[in-house]
């Protein structure tokens, strides 16, 4: 079975430029996470989808960042514009619905450095 | 306000040994916890869980024991192995809260051979 893939691995730009991340999680997996994993710290949720729909954004900096997942499956997380703070890993994770162990499965991430 | 927390930032031992990684959390709504393990450029990968009825889950070389008084868990590695070297994250939910993650900062475990 194919694991959660994230696209692309490493992205570096600069402040104020905007940038797109991809993540197509494993087949089947209705519920979709966005983490952000700062350097020494956690990974800390961004925006939940259950199918198409957002279940929790409520950690999304709703003034840079938007997050879409237009058909059920994939989706995309923007940043526009990035500031230096945005350096991070950017973690998709899926998960079955209704399976009552809520164990999320995550992808490789992607890095992000804002110059 | 850090309701899942991980307070070594770091452990060694010696291969053979017994790990054992802690993890205190203060959000008594929790009732499900999991343990990660992630390598560097990878992302975390799910290694044992445990509901809060239990206070024990064992699946091989890992045990997860909860202390729901205390709000403590523990992850167990017995024995330890130079392959197991890598951040372990705890991490929590809410069945009332869309059962979303709280992560813990992560502890770095170095096993020498």
């Known amino acids: 079975e194919a694991g959660v893939a994230q696209s692309p691995r490493y992205k570096i730009i600069e402040k104020r430029q905007s940038v797109a991340f991809w993540c197509n999680p494993i087949?089947?997996?209705?519920?979709l996470y966005w983490y952000q994993q700062i350097l020494g710290q956690g990974p800390k949720l961004l925006i939940q989808f259950q199918n198409n729909g957002v279940v929790d954004d409520s950690q999304l900096p709703k003034d840079r960042f938007s997050a879409e997942r237009l058909k059920g499956v994939d989706s995309t997380l923007k940043i526009q514009p990035a500031k230096l703070e945005d350096s991070a890993v950017y973690l998709c994770?899926?998960?079955?619905?209704?399976?009552?162990?809520?164990?999320?499965?995550f992808g490789p991430g992607t890095r992000l450095l804002v110059l | 306000d850090q309701q899942v927390k991980q307070n070594s930032p770091s452990l060694s031992v010696q291969e053979g040994r017994i790990s054992i990684l802690n993890c205190d959390y203060t959000n008594s709504m929790f009732d499900y916890f999991l343990w990660y393990k992630k390598y560097p450029a990878e992302g975390p990968t799910f290694l044992i869980s445990?509901?809060?009825?239990?206070d024990k889950n064992e699946d091989g070389r890992f045990t997860v024991f909860l202390n729901k008084s205390a709000k403590h868990l523990s992850l167990h590695i017995v024995p330890s192995q130079p392959g197991d070297s890598a951040v372990y994250f705890c991490?929590?939910?809410?069945?009332?809260?869309?059962?979303?993650?709280?992560f813990g900062q992560g502890t770095t475990l170095q096993v020498k051979p």
């Open positions: 994770a899926s998960s079955l619905v209704g399976s009552g162990t809520k164990t999320q499965y």
């Open positions: 445990i509901s809060s009825i239990k």
């Open positions: 991490a929590a939910s809410a069945q009332s809260n869309t059962g979303k993650l709280i």
């Open positions: 087949s089947g997996h209705a519920t």
